[in-house]
């Protein structure tokens, strides 16, 4: 799902290392990846909420749309932000276990952003 979703792409995997499994997701293009584990003594339900975001800043417009269109292929479901700032450039995914992807049509970090109509955002590095 996040595979065909995001272009991601299966870099490594690990089965019952000290009780748990898992797997790393990620391109070549990336200084990070995504890690999904699974604990075998102690199993821990899904506990997603609205806030809790994965955001991909995507500005090629239709690099996005084609992205856009690859979420919805591999079965995430459009949501509704739940902070509306996501929705100014951007749309909102859910997968089946409720976490939320937000694919966002800019670049970061933003610029021409009123900081204090949403707080002030600090980057790492920022001082």
């Known amino acids: 799902m996040y595979c065909h979703g995001l272009g991601l792409k ?3 995997c690990f089965s019952h290392h000290d009780g748990f499994s898992g797997v790393m997701l990620g391109a070549e293009e990336l200084c990070c990846h ?13 506990s997603p909420s609205a806030e809790d975001l994965l955001v ?7 690099q996005w749309a084609l992205s856009c269109h690859n979420m919805v292929e591999a079965g995430f479901i459009e949501v509704e932000a739940f902070n509306q700032y996501w929705q100014v450039n951007g749309l909102t995914y859910e997968d089946h276990d409720g976490y939320r992807i937000v694919l966002q049509n800019t670049t970061w970090p933003v610029v021409n952003v009123d900081r204090e109509a949403i ?9």
């Open 56 to 62: 991909f800043y995507i500005a090629d417009q239709q």
């Open 34 to 46: 995504i890690e999904f584990t699974q604990c075998h003594t102690h199993p821990v339900l899904p």
């Open 119 to 127: 707080g002030q955002v600090d980057h790492v590095g920022d001082s």
């Open 10 to 12: 299966r870099i490594a």
